[in-house]
């Protein structure tokens, strides 16, 4: 069957490279595909300069109208390209299928990949977008129900209360004294992460402590694995340990906050990511969102007109006291002037 959309043939080249990241496996003749390039760098070649981020760049501007119109409707689509031009010399020698699928995943979520609120990186021969925490609390923000929110660590040498039962704020207190190093403060103990709403309630305190942050990554994780089977210990949760407590804690807050899809969605696509599995098949889509945003519009009209028909008949009545006396008014003057004719 052939594949007549862009994201089709994403998928399908993403899906054509092997577990280990080799060179993607040729379609067969029957399919009418012709075998994917192996690297960017391969799917520009005959560039004179192919290992400079020109060439990449020029790959990537065959899609450039795909990844703008993949963004938000409120993003610009000039920083986010500007981060991707400076990822893209790190990337030069992936999968370019996967080097779309991550660009095109991180402008659905809009989410730049400038090592802020996301990163692109190359993972076993792939292209691979991961969301930072703050990548997530940029999106819980977004649903407009959440006011703050706050991640932190609790070290040895720390002070704190964590009493679960007791109402917010007191169930979960904190001291920290600034003016000592980390090393001072001991062994990271947990990571905790709690939300303020919009209407000034506080969530639900998420706790994950080391032995729980160990499970998730061993679970999760085949960049973790994979370095280190291989001895470069180079994953992100060797070179950003507390980051990563941390984002499993935030990333936990979505079982408590009120969220939107597109946070349970950026949890579903993380996770594909650390597997090593297509997340663009979990990233949201543009038309789709489009959709949705015309669907809750007409939710709110409807809900507003239910609640005009709940008051009608007080609003109702008020407007009849207002404008019966003009019509009254203009049927006297009428019937005075007929009077004085």
Same mark, same amino acid.
């Given at each position: 069957?052939?594949?007549?959309?862009?994201?089709?043939?994403?998928?399908?080249?993403?899906?054509?490279?092997?577990?280990?990241?080799?060179?993607?496996?040729?379609?067969?003749?029957?399919?009418?595909?012709?075998?994917?390039?192996?690297?960017?760098?391969?799917?520009?070649?005959?560039?004179?300069?192919?290992?400079?981020?020109?060439?990449?760049?020029?790959?990537?501007?065959?899609?450039?109208?795909?990844?703008?119109?993949?963004?938000?409707?409120?993003?610009?689509?000039?920083?986010?390209?500007?981060?991707?031009?400076?990822?893209?010399?790190?990337?030069?020698?992936?999968?370019?299928?996967?080097?779309?699928?991550?660009?095109?995943?991180?402008?659905?979520?809009?989410?730049?990949?400038?090592?802020?609120?996301?990163?692109?990186?190359?993972?076993?021969?792939?292209?691979?977008?991961?969301?930072?925490?703050?990548?997530?609390?940029?999106?819980? +923000? *977004?649903?407009?129900? #959440?006011?703050?929110? =706050?991640?932190? $660590?609790?070290?040895?040498? &720390? /002070? %704190? @209360?964590?009493?679960?039962?007791?109402?917010?704020?007191?169930?979960?207190?904190?001291?920290?004294?600034?003016?000592?190093?980390?090393?001072?403060?001991?062994?990271?103990?947990?990571?905790?992460?709690?939300?303020?709403?919009?209407?000034? +309630? *506080?969530?639900?305190? #998420?706790?994950?402590? =080391?032995?729980? $942050?160990?499970?998730?990554? &061993? /679970? %999760? @994780?085949?960049?973790?694995?994979?370095?280190?089977?291989?001895?470069?210990?180079?994953?992100?949760?060797?070179?950003?340990?507390?980051?990563?407590?941390?984002?499993?804690?935030?990333?936990?807050?979505?079982?408590?906050?009120?969220?939107?899809?597109?946070?349970?969605?950026?949890?579903?696509?993380?996770?594909?990511?650390?597997?090593?599995?297509?997340?663009?098949?979990?990233?949201?889509?543009?038309?789709?969102?489009?959709?949705?945003?015309?669907?809750?519009?007409?939710?709110?009209?409807?809900?507003?007109?239910?609640?005009?028909?709940?008051?009608?008949?007080?609003?109702?009545?008020?407007?009849?006291?207002?404008?019966?006396?003009?019509?009254?008014?203009?049927?006297?003057?009428?019937?005075?002037?007929?009077?004085?004719?």
């Amino acid at each position: 069957m052939a594949l007549t959309t862009l994201k089709d043939r994403v998928l399908a080249a993403t899906q054509q490279a092997p577990a280990t990241g080799g060179r993607p496996a040729p379609a067969s003749a029957e399919e009418g595909h012709v075998q994917a390039p192996a690297t960017v760098l391969e799917a520009v070649a005959g560039d004179p300069v192919q290992e400079s981020a020109d060439a990449v760049l020029t790959w990537l501007r065959r899609y450039e109208g795909h990844v703008t119109d993949a963004l938000p409707a409120h993003m610009e689509a000039g920083p986010f390209l500007a981060a991707v031009r400076n990822v893209l010399p790190s990337l030069r020698f992936c999968n370019p299928a996967s080097v779309l699928q991550a660009t095109l995943t991180a402008a659905r979520f809009g989410l730049v990949p400038d090592g802020r609120e996301a990163v692109i990186t190359k993972e076993f021969g792939r292209a691979v977008f991961i969301p930072t925490y703050r990548g997530f609390i940029a999106l819980m +923000h *977004r649903t407009g129900r #959440v006011g703050s929110v =706050r991640v932190g $660590m609790v070290y040895e040498g &720390d /002070e %704190y @209360s964590y009493e679960p039962s007791a109402p917010a704020p007191l169930d979960f207190t904190l001291k920290q004294d600034p003016a000592r190093s980390k090393s001072d403060r001991g062994a990271p103990l947990f990571a905790y992460a709690f939300a303020w709403s919009t209407d000034g +309630h *506080r969530s639900q305190v #998420v706790t994950v402590n =080391r032995e729980e $942050m160990e499970k998730v990554r &061993d /679970e %999760y @994780s085949r960049a973790y694995a994979e370095a280190e089977a291989s001895g470069k210990r180079d994953s992100f949760w060797h070179t950003h340990p507390i980051e990563m407590w941390w984002k499993t804690a935030v990333r936990q807050l979505e079982r408590v906050v009120p969220v939107s899809a597109e946070v349970r969605a950026l949890v579903v696509a993380d996770r594909a990511g650390e597997a090593g599995q297509v997340q663009l098949l979990h990233a949201p889509d543009p038309e789709a969102a489009t959709l949705k945003t015309e669907a809750d519009a007409a939710g709110e009209a409807a809900e507003a007109s239910q609640d005009q028909a709940s008051a009608g008949p007080v609003r109702k009545a008020s407007l009849v006291k207002r404008s019966q006396p003009r019509r009254s008014s203009r049927k006297a003057r009428r019937g005075r002037a007929g009077r004085r004719s």
